[in-house]
């Protein structure tokens, strides 16, 4: 490992490794695949690149991201390191060059596009080389429960056999669930105690999520408040990056913008004006970000909640690069969860709907959950959860808890009177006694539970608070043609009295 220790120093310019690195180098070495999990910034690249620089022979990369292969590969000649791509954007001429380097021994990496190893051509010219190492990036491509699920990335087990001896193989993510875990590592074959899982923990970054805020009204005011700092809005469709460009671009904003329905010249044009700080203000969809490397960046607002918390993390954490205090806010509006909906509906096959829909869900939850945030995004993720960060609303919210046992108990009754078939608005209408007529026709207006709530809240208050009993796990949601929430194990202990449940103060409206 000594000798590791001087290539960061010699190549990269760093003193001592980060959390995880030496571990995942020194399993490397020895010969051991392993599944390498580290957040965006965290530090992978170098996990493989140093391997790759003492190990004897050729190290393969798989990459799925053509801009982000020719970055590394320039900051990697940039330091000396001989490395190379392929990809489509070579000519078939450039393609037989970078292979003849290669087999005359002049690459220590090579980035490959998976697509690539659908050729049993290029596998065939590959199989003459000496390749001690393949390193997946982005490995929860693999994983049809991913959240990017690439079919190309399955050919990476073509590799296996193509040599007398199997490579070492060192996948790299930083969005995988231990459920996409368990996937890569079986389709990479893995052992489990190979896997490095750190560091998911930002402490520069303060999370926010906000409820029921008048969301253009508090993004200008962010922004005033807010005037030197650099920063990105993300917004769930095109439309909703369009109004917001137009909003902050009349109010005299240097803003930029970047969604899939731009020509590439303009998205190209506009990323440059934000990464040369030209524009101040990024307003995207999720195709912005994915190898931006900006450091500088103060804030990530998301307008409209993502579809799960992987791209919500990948997103956020896009703030703070550089280690300065940053944050990550979210607005979150009920209506927001049907665009996600309606977006996974039209975008995915059958069979993945229903996976898709549970972990909207979980994002659901997050925005509703009144622990620290922090630490529910590393339970997420797998990670073991610390003491509170104390920078997050929710550590940082002095609202008083309350006893709200009596009215869980209420709504619970209603769900199962109900017969738990109906979704959370239906039955916040029940509670506060709506005249309804779908209500009448179902004869819910003769149940016990009608109208229990009346007159204390708006049926609004009702959905937030029945959004807060599935965070809490109380009620549970069933995606079928429309969702419909279900009393659960947990829920049911409440019901019998053998559970309290306690809720922060209702949050209320701010006005700006
Ligand atoms: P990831 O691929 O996990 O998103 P990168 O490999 O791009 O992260 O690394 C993020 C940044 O951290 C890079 O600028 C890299 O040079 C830097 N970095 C990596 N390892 C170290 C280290 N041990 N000490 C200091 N900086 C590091
Ligand atoms: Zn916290």
Redesign the pocket.
Known sequence: MEQARQM?QHH?G?????QG?AQIIEQTLQGQSSLCV?????????CYQIPALMLEGLTIVISPLISLMQDQVEALRAANIPAAYINSTLTAQEVDETMQLASAGYLKLLYIAPERLESTTFLQALSSLTVPLIAV?EAHCISQWGHDFRPSYRSIQKLFTLWPQKPTVLA?T?TATPAVCEDIRQLLSIDEQATVITGFARDNLALTVLIGENKERYIKNYLMKNKQEVGIIYAATRKAVDAIYDMLSRSGEAVAKYHAGLSEELRMAEQERFLKDEARIMVATNAFGMGI?KSNVRFVLHYQMPRNMESYYQEAGRAG?DGLPSACLLLYASGDVQTQRFLIEQTQDEARITQELAKLQTMVDYCHTEGCLQNAILSYFGEEQEEPCGRCSNCNDGRAVTDVTEDAQKVLACVVRMGQKFGKTMVAQVLIGSKNQKIAEFGFARLSTYGILKGQYSSKDVSNFIEFLIAEGLLAVKHGTFPTIYVSAEGKEVLLGNRQVMRKEAVTVKKL
Do not use: E, N, V, W
């Open positions: 960061l990269f760093y003193d001592a490794f980060r690195q580290m957040p965006t910034g965290g530090g992978k690249s170098i990036d790299l930083a490397d690069r």
